[in-house]
T-cell receptor, first 115, second 112 residues
């Protein structure tokens, strides 16, 4: 089991640029989550998918953020245009069931810095 | 707004002592409770979960749940320097995956 795989590990970009974060969930897991972590706000749920379908994107900060899951083994989180306040660590996590009753398995995260 | 509160710390504990981490939550209907450990620069990893009132033990870790007081704690016995990390409490209140709320974590330092 390779775990949840995220790329890139680090991303530094200039304000206004497009950023794409990638995630491969654990094989067999049917739910995928995107979280953002900052010192001020802690871990915040941005969006989650169940069986590749977006279920709740109410945590997405604004229209600059979008997420897709074209198949069971791949998801992207895109920020366009990026802003300095988007700087954070973005985690992808997966689990077997849709409900929050199941423990989450986190990827190593992408540390995003927008200058 | 469902809230999960933790003391941010740092909580400093001497090696070999018991470390006690506390978490309170606002939603009385909460069903499941998780403790994640996060080393600096790393991702959260699950170390304990508890669903029922009382204690649950796993090695040096004990989770304690008191639903009447809306309180969950994590005890670490014989604490080691390798236990130094941030501990995140997560509470599930039902209604799908968005019913899971994380606290901001307690930074634990085990002093050799």
């Amino acid at each position: 089991d390779a775990g949840v795989i995220q790329s890139p590990r680090h991303e530094v970009t200039e304000m206004g640029q497009e950023v794409t974060l990638r995630c491969k969930p654990i094989s067999g897991h049917n739910s995928l989550f995107w979280y953002r972590q900052t010192m001020m706000r802690g871990l915040e749920l941005l969006i989650y998918f169940n069986n590749n379908v977006p279920i709740d994107d109410s945590g997405m900060p604004e229209d600059r953020f979008s997420a897709k899951m074209p198949n069971a083994s791949f998801s992207t989180l895109k920020i366009q245009p990026s802003e300095p306040r988007d700087s954070a660590v973005y985690f992808c996590a997966s689990t077997f069931t849709a409900g929050g009753n199941s423990p989450l398995h986190f990827g190593n995260g992408t540390r995003l810095t927008v200058t | 707004q469902k809230e999960v509160e933790q003391n941010s710390g740092p909580l400093s504990v001497p090696e070999g002592a018991i470390a006690s981490l506390n978490c309170t939550y606002s939603d009385r209907g909460s069903q499941s409770f998780f403790w994640y450990r996060q080393y600096s620069g790393k991702s959260p990893e699950l170390i304990m979960f508890i669903y029922s009132n009382g204690d649950k033990e796993d090695g040096r870790f004990t989770a304690q749940l008191n639903k009447a007081s809306q309180y969950v704690s994590l005890l670490i016995r014989d604490s080691q320097p390798s236990d130094s990390a941030t501990y995140l409490c997560a509470v599930y209140s039902g209604g799908g995956a968005d019913g899971l709320t994380f606290g901001k974590g307690t930074h634990l330092i085990i002093q050799p």
